[in-house]
């Protein structure tokens, strides 16, 4: 079974991004991240800024909401009718609904949303998780970043819980845990290059 699918979890400052450009670039994927974000505006019609700075705000997504509910059924036969009061589950399915689309098209490489939540089960998945311990985090946005420590360990922690609520509130993981992915890397033993080339090594392998 060929690997059409790899999606990267990962915490602020551990190098999920550059391991996802290194991995798309070596296997010949697309990267996907800002283009979920980009497809679910397009669909609501409203601007990408708008759902990318303002994710959570009730007066967008109301908007996402009633642009889902004009929206035809999907391939998969799933249609929304909704009311405002039911506005979080609507824009679930709408983000939901387009990583499904992008993972559908395969070759990518999918940086975003817990992707591999709502891709979990499909055939040539590969899931990966990407991180490093709280300090290691801290340092590296210290120097990459140019940004004060505390500044930077309070961006950790925030991203931190951001991450935990988000798999709460949109997917019911009340517990991240190891087995949720078939890879989990630790940039803090392993050099970024390093970590780049076991995952393009095991999505060969699926």
């Avoid at 959570?56 to 642009?67: S, T, V």
């Avoid at 033993?189 to 970590?195: K, Y």
Wanted: proline residues 4%; neutral net charge; hydrophobic residues 40%.
């Amino acid at each position: 079974m060929a690997c059409t699918v790899v999606t990267i979890s990962r915490t602020l400052a551990a190098g999920g991004e550059e391991i996802g450009r290194a991995v798309a670039q070596e296997l010949g994927f697309r990267y996907v991240d800002e283009e979920i974000i980009i497809r679910a505006a397009e669909k609501a019609g409203v601007s990408p800024q708008n759902v990318s700075e303002r994710e959570h705000d009730p007066g967008i997504i109301k908007r996402i909401l009633q642009a889902w509910a004009r929206t035809p059924p999907s391939e998969q036969g799933v249609v929304f009718r909704g009311v405002v009061g039911e506005a979080r589950s609507a824009y679930q399915t709408l983000i939901v609904r387009v990583i499904r689309e992008i993972g559908a098209e395969g070759g990518v490489v999918i940086v975003a949303h817990a992707a591999s939540v709502p891709l979990s089960g499909m055939k040539g998945l590969l899931r990966s998780f990407i991180t490093a311990p709280r300090e290691t985090r801290v340092e590296r946005l210290v120097r990459e970043s140019k940004i004060a420590e505390a500044e930077a360990r309070k961006a950790v922690e925030e991203s931190d819980r951001q991450r935990q609520e988000y798999l709460r509130r949109f997917y019911d993981v009340s517990e991240e845990l190891p087995t949720h992915y078939d890879v989990v890397l630790n940039t803090d033993t392993l050099p970024i290059p390093v970590a780049s080339q076991l995952l393009i090594a095991a999505a060969r392998a699926l």
